[in-house]
Nanobody, 123 residues
């Protein structure tokens, strides 16, 4: 199983990025998907999650209205669209998948994790 996160980079405040999570070795349509981030010296935080059917999503207040999680099961890929980025969004971003039998929107107990992609928001 491999989850390949990509799309990070340096962006100015107010800018946008789209992160991609490409899955291999599993069928993404059989899993819920989550995006997490971890800034230096801080705990890893959940920033978005989506059910395996795509009918339920969750965003914490810190990103609500700015971030959008989506999935394209035909491409075995999930996305995180990030708009109106702020310096405090700077972090290493990870995607992860969880068996839907144990998933709930604020779950942090994911089964498989990808490597991180770095997002830096700075002028």
């Amino acid at each position: 199983v491999q989850l390949q996160a990509s799309g990070g980079g340096l962006v100015q405040p107010g800018g946008s990025l789209r992160l991609t999570c490409a899955a291999s070795g599993l069928r993404l349509d059989e899993y819920a998907v989550g995006w997490f981030r971890q800034a230096p010296g801080k705990e890893r935080d959940l920033v978005a999650s989506i059910s395996w059917r795509g009918d339920k999503t969750y965003y914490p207040d810190s990103v609500k209205g700015r971030f959008t999680i989506s999935r394209d099961n035909a491409k075995n890929t999930a996305y995180l669209q990030m708009n109106s980025l702020k310096p405090e969004d700077t972090a290493l971003y990870y995607c992860a998948v969880q068996d839907p039998a144990s998933w709930y929107p604020t779950s942090r107990e994911y089964d498989y994790w990808g490597q991180g992609t770095l997002v830096t928001v700075s002028s």
